[in-house]
T-cell receptor
Framework: QKEVEQDPGPLSVPEGAIVSLNCTYSNSAFQYFMWYRQYSRKGPELLMYTYSSGNKEDGRFTAQVDKSSKYISLFIRDSQPSDSATYLCALDSGSARQLTFGSGTQLTVLP | NAGVMQNPRHLVRRRGQEARLRCSPMKGHSHVYWYRQLPEEGLKFMVYLQKENIIDESGMPKERFSAEFPKEGPSILRIQQVVRGDSAAYFC????????????FGPGTRLLVL
């Protein structure tokens, strides 16, 4: 079993739709949760960083963490074609200093 | 550009040659991390370095791979006697502190082994 499971997609939605991206994890040592966006042939770009259960909002993006269920989500409101990318969840125990990544979900927002 | 810089962006090597990948962290950052992304897979941690020290190399293959971060100059990931399975994108990230600190990624080096 992988430490972090992420549906690879691909996920295709129309412009303006609400997008839900999810990861589950098995190791309760993970305490810090991140979402990165990666455009084709580019480096990952940090979108959201959270360390507690609950919601964190930043513009059109909302990160949700449920530590009891070991489940994290990223919601994108009013999705735009420029949101088309691969979204990676990344988890950190805080002591190992190595991020554990999901395999990424490929998102396409159609104009 | 104050971001993480990596060069070369693309590197082609024949089997048995050496590959050297360079990473300059963001200004003010003294912690460097290397990750590898194989086709259709997520990023996998390889090694974590501070200036002149390897802190965690638990993700590094035991043979042919080495990394350094000298007092002066960029961090270097070195792959000796490359094989086709080494073909991947190699990403460097940096942070200004070790614990609980955000890692910022460079654009990556895409290594192709013929």
């Amino acid at each position: 079993q992988k430490e972090v499971e992420q549906d690879p997609g691909p996920l295709s939605v129309p412009e303006g739709a609400i997008v839900s991206l999810n990861c589950t994890y098995s190791n309760s040592a993970f305490q810090y949760f991140m979402w990165y966006r990666q455009y084709s042939r580019k480096g990952p770009e940090l979108l959201m960083y959270t360390y507690s259960s609950g919601n964190k909002e930043d513009g059109r993006f909302t990160a949700q963490v449920d530590k009891s269920s070991k489940y994290i989500s990223l919601f994108i409101r009013d999705s735009q074609p420029s949101d088309s990318a691969t979204y990676l969840c990344a988890l950190d125990s805080g002591s190992a200093r190595q991020l554990t990544f999901g395999s990424g979900t490929q998102l396409t927002v159609l104009p | 550009n104050a971001g993480v810089m990596q060069n070369p962006r693309h590197l082609v090597r024949r089997r048995g040659q050496e590959a050297r990948l360079r990473c300059s962290p963001m200004k003010g950052h003294s912690h460097v991390y290397w990750y590898r992304q194989l086709p259709e897979e997520g990023l996998k941690f390889m090694v974590y370095l501070q200036k002149e020290n390897i802190i965690d190399e638990s993700g590094m293959p035991k043979e042919r791979f080495s990394a350094e971060f000298p007092k002066e100059g960029p961090s270097i990931l070195r792959i000796q006697q490359v094989v086709r399975g080494d073909s991947a994108a190699y990403f460097c990230a940096s942070s200004d502190r070790g614990i609980q600190e955000t890692q910022y990624f460079g654009p990556g080096t895409r290594l192709l082994v013929l």
